[in-house]
């Protein structure tokens, strides 16, 4: 079938690429049998709609005739939204690595028509420059070494399969002693930037969970060194380039080392992860700062990105062909838009200059000389004010194209937020908008007690992934601690189940990322390293060990620590990539649990909730139990009641709970102690 295909898809990065004259196919068994038919290599596109270089290229040679025609002349073309695809996008992305390439989008590999990759590059322009081959170059060499040197390309895909068994096959188990989490964060601060936070180097990304990491250690240890880099992170990702100051919300990453200049995508899960740390530092230290951040990004959400009660995927960084044209100012576009409002103190405050510090345009920020924050209340209330009437303008420009497809796990990573920040701050409608959005996508992307992991315009993408099921159990269990639904609770339980059933592997330990009834892979991927999100097999050691906690069921404990062990000999080797692994172990080996028995509609159950929630304790599980109600017989709260009739609080630790607490200054003033992690993974 000579034809574009495109046309029938739902993802708005494929829908870019409907109209071009490439004949390009979704990926699926027709495409492979269609190359195999043939006898002609695969040319695989992975990309996604927030992606800058991605619509280079495409405008560049997907939209050539000339380069299309070759395209199709000598290959069977396939394009991949990446988001839709994380499982193909990782597998390819490896492959790039094991083959000498960066990797990185969009990614451009040659297949043979079983899968196989054998030569990857990623963007290439369509006259040579930048030091970068033409495109229609490598077709032409790309397809010549698939005629004449089938032996290499033999060779090339097994060289590619050693890398993916050393990274996913291997066993990666070893010893785990509770002292390397302070050892670990020692080397893990050693890497971070003194002077502006995160790793040290450009470009500049969040990197949430390391940085949880060093805060952990900060509330474990004392050690200030730890709160420091915390604080200089946060801080510098809250006033510098990489927020946006009128719109809310914060860009993917910055390009230089002082976070000036962000590469302005905004991604759905990168807000939801820093709304959650911004959050649980904000707990520990009530800085303004963190709170007007968590306020305006949540604001930013519910205004821009809800696709009916759920969550839209990104913004793209372009807009009218220009990266960042949206987001940025000319010191007469601020003049004119803030005439009559002392548009000199916004200037000032937001180092905008005439000359601009990006292509002749300013990107507002709040850092170096005037980074003072907060200003005096009347000042504070003016450049809130100049904001707002910068926001209104800039609503008249032409918006970056948002991606409107519902992702399962990004989605169970903001429900998260707002269940945390809502409960914290105090903010019953972000509550109330998180479970809006886990109902949607119970609705829309549920098949039973299956996921999937897309959803657009009312049509399901493909199945659910690991990482679609541990965020959305965890989503589960913050609405759980957050309202005392023990219905979030079951449901968590059931989509762990899934995971058991489908994902484990038996071999190794771990969860696979995709299932055993999933369309079959040249390889099934097993990591516990974090991407760009916090890894299924990182993030359900939390998960896992919460279960046990609530039910003290012993096959949630046997499980996390199968988890644990399968990769605990990584801890040592690559601690910069498992954050969420780390995270997750330390909530595990401390066993804090807050059992409140009182009333859900008693307002001093509430004190009691909200003493608790006045305190970073992100090893915490709080358990709400109604007067009526009653824990398993095996838990260390079993049998504890209400004291005198007043709501009550047990802190429980192992299989030891404290004296009864009903007064939440009190309680409060017992959790400021740091409950440290000393005993080994979960013990019968």
Not at 374 to 396: T, V
Not at 672 to 677: L, M
Request: hydrophobic content about 40%.
């Amino acid at each position: 079938m000579s034809r574009n295909l495109l046309d029938q898809e739902t993802s708005p990065y494929l829908l870019l690429h409907k109209d071009n004259p490439v004949h390009w196919r979704p990926w699926g068994a027709d495409a492979l049998a269609e190359a195999e038919a043939e006898s002609k290599p695969i040319l695989l596109s992975i990309g996604y709609t927030a992606c800058h270089w991605c619509h280079v290229m495409n405008h560049e040679s997907f939209a050539d005739p000339e380069t299309a025609a070759l395209m199709n002349e000598l290959f069977v073309n396939i394009k991949v939204d990446r988001e839709e695809r994380p499982d193909l996008d990782q597998i390819y992305q490896t492959a790039a690595n094991a083959l000498g390439q960066n990797g990185g989008w969009p990614l451009t590999a040659f297949l043979t028509p079983a899968g196989e990759p054998f030569a990857i590059g990623s963007y290439y322009p369509k006259d040579e420059r930048l030091g970068r081959p033409a495109f229609k170059r490598v077709l032409e060499d790309v397809a010549r070494i698939w005629r004449e040197q089938p032996e290499p390309i033999a060779n090339t895909g097994a060289r590619v399969h050693e890398v993916y068994n050393a990274l996913w096959g291997r066993n990666l188990s070893g010893p785990f002693d509770p002292v390397m989490l302070d050892t670990t964060a020692v080397h893990v601060g050693q890497r971070f930037d003194l002077f502006y936070g995160s790793m040290t180097g450009a470009p500049k990304f969040p990197l949430t969970g390391l940085t949880e990491f060093l805060w952990r250690a900060y509330l474990r240890s004392g050690t200030v060194q730890f709160d420091q880099l915390v604080q200089t992170t946060l801080v510098n990702e809250c006033m510098g380039g990489i927020y946006d100051h009128v719109g809310g919300g914060f860009a993917r990453y910055a390009t230089d080392e002082r976070w000036l200049v962000p590469h302005f995508e905004k991604m759905l899960y990168d807000n939801a992860l820093l709304i959650d740390l911004l959050t649980l530092v904000w707990q520990g230290n009530r800085k303004p700062l963190y709170r007007a951040r968590i306020e305006e990004t949540v604001g930013w959400v519910l205004r821009e990105m809800t696709v009916e009660h759920a969550f839209a995927s990104s913004l793209d960084a372009d807009s009218e062909g220009e990266e960042g044209k949206y987001y940025t100012w000319t010191e007469a576009e601020i003049d004119a838009t803030l005439a009559g409002t002392f548009a000199q103190r916004f200037k000032q405050t937001y180092n905008v200059s005439r000359e601009g510090a990006f292509e002749g345009r300013n990107i507002l920020h709040r850092l170096g000389p005037n980074s003072t924050y907060p200003l005096a209340e009347a000042d504070e209330a003016l450049l809130k004010k100049q904001r707002e009437l910068l926001l209104a303008a800039r609503a008249k420009r032409v918006a970056p194209a948002r991606d409107d497809k519902v992702l399962a796990d990004w989605n169970g990573m903001m429900i998260t937020a707002l269940a945390n920040a809502g409960a914290a701050l105090r903010r019953a409608d972000w509550t109330a908008a998180a479970i809006r959005a886990f109902n949607f996508v119970l609705t829309a992307l549920g098949d039973g007690e299956r996921l999937h992991h897309s959803w657009r315009q009312g049509k399901r993408g493909h199945i659910g992934f690991a990482d679609d099921y541990a965020h959305m159990a965890r989503a589960a269990l913050a609405l759980w601690e957050s309202t005392g639904d023990v219905s979030y609770l079951h449901r968590a339980q059931r989509w762990v189940h899934v995971l058991n059933e489908h994902f484990w592997d038996v071999q190794n330990g771990g969860y696979f990322q995709t299932s055993d009834d999933s369309d079959p892979l040249i390889v099934r991927s097993r990591t516990i390293f974090d991407q760009a999100l916090p890894c299924a097999n990182g993030a359900m050691v939390a998960v896992l060990g919460k279960l046990y906690f609530a039910t003290t069921d012993d096959g949630y404990r046997d499980r996390s620590n199968a988890l644990i062990q399968a990769f605990a000999g990584e801890i040592g080797r690559a601690y910069i990539s498992i954050g969420s692994y780390l995270n997750g172990l330390e909530l595990v080996i401390t066993g804090l649990q807050i059992v409140i028995v009182g009333g859900v509609t008693n307002p001093k159950t509430h004190e009691l909730i909200g003493a608790v929630m006045g305190r970073s304790l992100p090893n915490k599980t709080m358990i709400l139990v109604e007067p009526d109600r009653t824990l398993p017989e095996n838990h260390p709260a079993f049998g504890k009641t209400m004291e005198n009739g007043q709501p009550t609080a047990y802190i429980c630790q192992r299989h030891n709970c404290s004296i009864p607490i009903t007064n939440p200054v009190t309680l409060s003033q017992v959790l400021q102690f740091p409950q440290r992690a000393t005993q080994t993974p979960l013990a019968g």
